[in-house]
């Protein structure tokens, strides 16, 4: 037999393995192989599980029991799952409706989007807004209101940003036209971050011009600076969920899940970092918060800009196929989005 024949066959072996394992909670036997594998003699199997242990892959509780699957073995299955173009239909059905109904106003939706994903998969998730300066502005409009206040849109390639700014009672509505054409005629085509930086430079200068909306330039500023500070929103819809058919050992590492998620800095950490879609396992890092559970996160990128990323964070045994699909589904439905132009 080929060494690529029997790399192969360790591969399926962990594949199933794992599966099975999450599926029932039951340690890896020859035996429990042997339905699936019955092409190979419960001496091969035994041969190869310990090979498997020696190379990390599986650990034995009991001299005399079977093996469970190590962090490497579910490593190696979810990056099997993420590679893989198969998706779970019955996760992405639980999601997809809540996708087709956003609107242009993307980044307002983001949060509900992370609510439904976690409703999906039963998993909490954590949305971290880390790039949202980046955003181009298009279009700037300040609206009058009944009550005294004005209703702030600004478009910008990244969907519309809307919230309410306070409104001087006397100011014309007029002068709410003129604050929105010297807004957009100074800061289209450049981006939030830069509209926060250089707003104080460009009323200076402007001196006279804008004294009647100066005020409401303020408040504009004030509103955006809080609009791109970086936010850590956790959603957990079905909070115990996860917890059923949970083994002592595995319920006793559920409270390592909760501490990591209380801990919001290391959580922004954690999940800024986030690159690509990726699959991280606690005890990899002696310094992980997140021992004992799992977190799959994805960065948020709109129009080749990242602007947030998106985790689901969890115990090590939970069905990644169910929120793998899930959550590629989602970001890939974002990530194709146009906001604007």
């Not at 009058?144 to 004005?150: E, G, H, N, R």
């Not at 083994?247 to 590492?253: I, R």
């Not at 690509?276 to 960065?299: C, H, R, V, Y």
């Amino acid at each position: 037999m080929k060494v690529e024949d029997k790399n192969k066959r360790k591969h399926d072996i962990i594949l199933y393995a794992v599966d099975d394992y999450i599926k029932n909670a039951q340690p890896v036997t020859s035996a429990s192989l042997n339905a699936h594998f019955n092409n190979l003699s419960s001496a091969t199997l035994r041969n190869e599980l310990n090979a498997l242990e020696s190379m990390g892959y599986f650990k034995q509780l009991h001299t005399s029991g079977g093996r469970v699957p190590t962090n490497l073995a579910y490593k190696e299955y979810v990056n099997n799952l993420l590679n893989s173009d198969g998706l779970d239909y019955n996760a992405v059905e639980k999601v997809i409706s809540s996708y087709e109904d956003k609107s242009v106003s993307l980044v307002s939706t983001l949060s509900t989007l992370a609510k439904r994903l976690s409703k999906a998969t039963n998993c909490p998730t954590v949305l971290v807004k880390h790039g949202l300066q980046n955003l181009t502005i298009i279009n700037i409009q300040i609206i009058p209101l009944i009550q005294k206040d004005a209703l702030l849109l600004v478009e910008t390639n990244g969907g519309i940003i809307d919230d309410n700014i306070a409104l001087d009672p006397n100011i014309e509505r007029s002068a709410c036209i003129e604050a929105s054409e010297y807004l957009t005629g100074h800061f289209k085509g450049q981006t939030i971050g830069y509209f926060v930086d250089n707003i104080n430079d460009v009323c200076l200068k402007a001196g006279r011009q804008i004294i009647e909306f100066r005020d409401l330039i303020d408040n504009i500023a004030k509103s955006l600076i809080a609009f791109i500070k970086a936010k850590c929103d956790i959603s957990n819809e079905n909070p115990t969920k996860f917890l059923d058919g949970m083994t002592k050992s595995e319920y006793d590492d559920t409270k390592n899940v909760f501490e990591f998620l209380n801990d919001s800095e290391s959580v922004i950490d954690a999940v800024t970092e986030t690159s690509d879609l990726n699959f991280t396992i606690g005890e990899e890092n002696e310094q992980s918060k997140l021992k004992g559970g799992m977190m799959l996160s994805a960065p948020i990128v709109i129009n080749g800009v990242p602007i947030a990323s998106l985790a689901l964070v969890g115990p090590k045994r939970i069905d990644y196929a169910n929120v793998a699909a899930a959550l590629k589904f989602i970001v890939g439905q974002i990530n194709n989005f146009k906001g604007g132009s």
